[in-house]
Structures are given as structure tokens and as C-alpha cells.
């Protein structure tokens, strides 16, 4: 064997490997790279949709608790008018209350003074019968001084 048919079967040899590389072994691997790489751009890809996704309904939470904020002042804004609303009818009704027990107790005591009065008036015109009666010593009958003593009545 010489060099040159060495060389020469060596070439053949090395054609043949890159010949069987090139139709066995490579396009497999090749396959596996091109998944591999489909893979990975489709992961990209979702990260990417998932990331404005995300974005999207960050933004729709944002709006969403802004809306429910709003509403929430609103609400507890129309509460407190409601309950102010309510103290103050309570303040006008308790008031009003007042002022009829306050009205009706000035009434029961005007009418229980014009009583007194006018007992005290029976009273004092029996008093000054009974006095006048002693100092005439006489019995002073009346029915016979109604006149009299209703003009006595008027003058206490």
C-alpha cells in the first residue's frame, strides 16, 4: 500500500461518512434543532402574549377598583346625608315634642291657676260672709244676696 491508494481509500472512506452523515445523522439532528427552536419562539411568543395580557388586566383591575372607589364615596357620602338627614328630623320631631308638652303643660297650669283662683275666690267670698255675719251677728242668707255677693266674687 502506498500513499497514494491510502489516500485515496482514506477520501473514499471519509466520502462515504459524510454521505451516511449527511443522510442519517444529520437531518435528525437538524429535526431537533428546528423543534427546539420552534419551541423556544412559541414559548417567547406566550410569554410576550401572556405579559400583554397581563398588562390588559392590570388595567381592567385599575379601572375596575377606581369604579368601585367611586362608587364606595359615593355611597357612604349618601349615608351620611341620610343619617344627618335622619338626626335632624329627630331634632325637629324632638323639638316639636317639646314644645307640645311644653304648651300643654302651660295650659294645665293656666287652667289649674284660673281653678285655684276661683276656688280660692268661693273661698275668700264664704271668709268675708262668715266675717260680715259675725259682725252683724246676723245671718246673712244667699239666695236673698246673690247680687251681692257675685259683685263681691268679681271685686277679689
Known sequence: MN???TLFLQAIVFAILVWFTMKFVWPP??????????????G??????????LSSANKR??????????????????ADRRG?????????KATEEANKIIAAAKV??????????????EQ?????????EQILRKEVNASVHADLLGRLKLEL
Open 3 to 5: 500513499i497514494n491508494s
Open 29 to 42: 439532528i437538524t429535526k431537533a434543532l428546528d423543534e427546539r427552536a420552534q419551541k423556544i419562539a412559541d
Open 44 to 53: 417567547l411568543a406566550a410569554a410576550d402574549k401572556a405579559k400583554s395580557e
Open 61 to 78: 383591575v385599575e379601572a375596575e377598583l377606581a369604579l368601585s372607589r367611586t362608587e364606595t364615596t359615593a355611597r357612604l357620602a349618601d
Open 84 to 92: 344627618q338627614s335622619i338626626v335632624e328630623e329627630a331634632k325637629s
Open 108 to 121: 294645665e297650669a293656666e287652667q289649674q291657676s284660673n281653678k285655684a283662683r276661683e276656688v280660692l275666690r
Open 124 to 132: 275668700v267670698a264664704a271668709l268675708a260672709v262668715k266675717g260680715a
